[in-house]
C-alpha cells in the first residue's frame, strides 16, 4: 500500500520585487573618532552577495553598524564618568549636611553660652546693689563706721574685686561669643565652598549627559541605518538565490526528515552501503530516493534489486549503474521502468511534464548532472513548494550537501516529474 506523509510549509520569506534605494551615505567621524574618508575593515560577503547594490550595501551596513558600536561606547563611557560625578555630588551634599549640622550646634552653643553668662552678669549685678546699699557711700560715714584704716581699704578693696569679676565676666563672654561665632563663621563658609562645588560638578554633569544623549542619538540613527543597508542587502541575496534557482522563494520550514539528516552536509559524497537514492549521502538523488521510499515504501535501491530492473535503466540511461544513474537520467529510467514492477511494488512510475504532490521533479539541464527535488505540494497557481539536498541556493547554511527548501517555485523550473501510481 502507498504510504501517503502530509508536509507543511511556512509562510513565504518575501513578496513581490524588491526596490531598490540609493546606498546609505553615512557619517560616523564623532561616533568613531575616524574621518568620512577613512576606509573600514575589509567587509567578508556573503556567498550570495555578489551584486555591486549587494556589496555596497554590505560595506554601508558595516561602516554603520561601526558606527553605531563606537557612539554607543561612548555613551557606555559617559555614563561611567556620570555615575562618578554623582558620587562626588553625593558625598558633597553629605558633607553639606555634616557641616549644616555642625554650623546649627555651635548657634544653638552661642545661644546657651549667652544664656549662661547673661545669667552671671545679671547675679553679680545684683550683687553689686546688694553692697551698695549695703554700704554708706559718705566717704566720711564710711569712714567713721570702719573700726579702723584697713577695715576701710577692706571694704573698698572687695568692692573693686566685685567691679573687676564684672568686667571679667563680661569679657569672658564677649570672647566666646567671638570665639563661636567664628568657628561658625568657618563652618558657613565651608558649606558655601561645598555648595560651590557641587554646583560646579552638576554643571560638569549636565554638559556630561547632554553629550551621552548625542551619542546615544548617534548609536541609534547608525543601528536604523545598518538596517535599512542589511535589508537591501538581504534582498539582494535573495534575488540572487532565485536566479540561481530558477525562481521560487526560500523557505526554511520544509520538514527535513532525511535519514543521514544529522551527518549533512559534512558528509557530501561520502559512500554509504545503506542508501536509498544514490550510494553518496547528502545528494540531492539520495534524498530524492528517501522521499520515495517514505511515500511508497520503496527506495530506488529496493527497486534496481529487482530483476532485471539493473538492464531496464542501464539501456535506458546509456551507460550501467547500480542506481537510477544521474539526477538528469532519473525521468528516463522511471519512464523505463513504468509499470514493469506493478506487482511487486505496488504502484508504476509515471512520467510527465505536469508536476503533482510526492512526486520526483527532475532538471535535464542547469549543471552536468542535473538535479531532482522532491514535490512537497502544488500550489493553485501551479506553481510548486518542494524540499531537497545539495543545493547551496536554498539551504541555510549556504552549503553544496545541505537541506533546503523552496515555495512558489515555478513548474517550468523543471523539465520533468516522476510519480508513483498505485496500481
Not at 171 to 176: A, F, G, H, N, T
Not at 270 to 286: A, F
Request: proline share 2%; glycine share 6%.
Amino acid at each position: 500500500m502507498v504510504k501517503a506523509q502530509k508536509q507543511k510549509f511556512g509562510k513565504r520569506v518575501r513578496k513581490g520585487p524588491i526596490a531598490l534605494v540609493g546606498i546609505l551615505a553615512f557619517c560616523f567621524a564623532m561616533a568613531s573618532g575616524r574621518s568620512a574618508e577613512e576606509p573600514v575593515e575589509a567587509v567578508t560577503y556573503n556567498v550570495y552577495c555578489v551584486t555591486e547594490t549587494c556589496r555596497k550595501a554590505a560595506d554601508a551596513e558595516a561602516a554603520a553598524t561601526e558606527a553605531a558600536e563606537a557612539a554607543q561606547a561612548n555613551a557606555n563611557s559617559l555614563s561611567s564618568t556620570i555615575a562618578a560625578l554623582n558620587a562626588e555630588i553625593n558625598a558633597l551634599e553629605a558633607q553639606i549636611k555634616t557641616n549644616e549640622a555642625i554650623a546649627e550646634d555651635l548657634a544653638g552653643q552661642i545661644a546657651e553660652t549667652e544664656q549662661k553668662l547673661a545669667k552671671q552678669r545679671a547675679a553679680l549685678a545684683e550683687l553689686l546693689v546688694e553692697m551698695h546699699f549695703e554700704s554708706d557711700s559718705d566717704p566720711i560715714k564710711i569712714l567713721a563706721s570702719s573700726e579702723s584704716i584697713s577695715d576701710l581699704a577692706e571694704k573698698q578693696a572687695r568692692e573693686e574685686v566685685v567691679k573687676k569679676q564684672v568686667a571679667a565676666s563680661s569679657e569672658q563672654i564677649k570672647k566666646m561669643k567671638e570665639e563661636l561665632e567664628a568657628q561658625k563663621a568657618a563652618v558657613e563658609k565651608l558649606i558655601q565652598e561645598s555648595e560651590a562645588k557641587k554646583s560646579e560638578i552638576a554643571a560638569r554633569r549636565r554638559e556630561q549627559e547632554t553629550m551621552r544623549a548625542e551619542y546615544q542619538m548617534a548609536a541609534t540613527e547608525s543601528a536604523a541605518q545598518a538596517a535599512e543597508a542589511r535589508k537591501i542587502k538581504q534582498q539582494e541575496i535573495w534575488d540572487e538565490i532565485a536566479r540561481n534557482n530558477r525562481g521560487g522563494e526560500i523557505s526554511y520550514d520544509g520538514l527535513n526528515s532525511y535519514y543521514y539528516r544529522k551527518t549533512c552536509p559534512g558528509y557530501l559524497d561520502v559512500w554509504t552501503v545503506n542508501w536509498y537514492g544514490s550510494p553518496y549521502r547528502c545528494e540531492c538523488t539520495d534524498y530524492a530516493g528517501w522521499k520515495m521510499y517514505e511515500y511508497t515504501g520503496y527506495s530506488v535501491r529496493n527497486v534496481m534489486s529487482l530483476p532485471g530492473a539493473s538492464w531496464i535503466v542501464t539501456n535506458a540511461i546509456g551507460y550501467t549503474s547500480s542506481t537510477f544513474g544521474d539526477a538528469k537520467y532519473w525521468a528516463k529510467a522511471a519512464e523505463a521502468l513504468g509499470d514493469a514492477y506493478v506487482s511487486q511494488l505496488g504502484f508504476k512510475f509515471m512520467v510527465t511534464t505536469t508536476p503533482v504532490a510526492n512526486s520526483i521533479a527532475v532538471q535535464t539541464g542547469g549543471s552536468s548532472t542535473g538535479h531532482v527535488a522532491w514535490v512537497e505540494s502544488v500550489n493553485a497557481n501551479g506553481t510548486i513548494n518542494i524540499t531537497e539536498y545539495n543545493n547551496k541556493y536554498s539551504s541555510a547554511s549556504g552549503r553544496w550537501g545541505d537541506f533546503g527548501s523552496r515555495i512558489n517555485v515555478p513548474a517550468s523550473s523543471f523539465q520533468k516529474f516522476i510519480s508513483f501510481v498505485k496500481v
